[in-house]
């Protein structure tokens, strides 16, 4: 599983967005109307602007739409993993403890097809923490497994 996350890295937007009601509602719609659907999703909020991160089914069109639109964005992989079951989230931050990486953000998949909890990691070493989380038996998401 490790290497396939590492072949197929899950693609993480991070959109610069102004502080202004209907924004956010804007940006979703322009990518449903392209068939580019939002599987993850957190916001963080500054005095002038937010930062919003997304993992999307169809990276390749978002970031063409985000080249079209001029959407301000930066694009990072991430490393993402499924839960077994919600009771899994103290074994992940074990692991990752005990390997001494720190998780820089996370947030959970709104969808999986599976129907199990995923979350998305940024971790200040994603390639290590894949490698751990792997070797500790976690299923670990490449972006074919949430692409379409």
Do not use: W
Not at 89 to 104: F, G, Q
């Amino acid at each position: 599983a490790t290497q396939k996350t590492q072949a197929d890295p899950v693609r993480q937007f991070s959109i610069f967005l102004a502080n202004k009601a209907g924004r956010l509602l804007e940006l979703i719609r322009i990518l449903h109307s392209r068939q580019v659907h939002v599987v993850a999703l957190t916001i963080l909020d500054t005095t002038d602007s937010s930062i919003v991160r997304m993992v999307v089914d169809d990276p390749d069109q978002a970031r063409a739409i985000f080249h079209e639109q001029a959407v301000a964005h930066t694009e990072s992989s991430v490393v993402a993993v499924e839960l077994g079951a919600a009771t899994e989230l103290p074994k992940v931050l074990s692991s990752l403890l005990e390997a001494e990486i720190n998780i820089l953000t996370t947030y959970a998949f709104l969808v999986r097809p599976e129907a199990r909890p995923a979350l998305c990691l940024n971790l200040d070493d994603n390639e290590l923490g894949a490698q751990v989380l792997g070797r500790g038996g976690f299923n670990l998401l490449g972006q074919g497994d949430i692409s379409r």
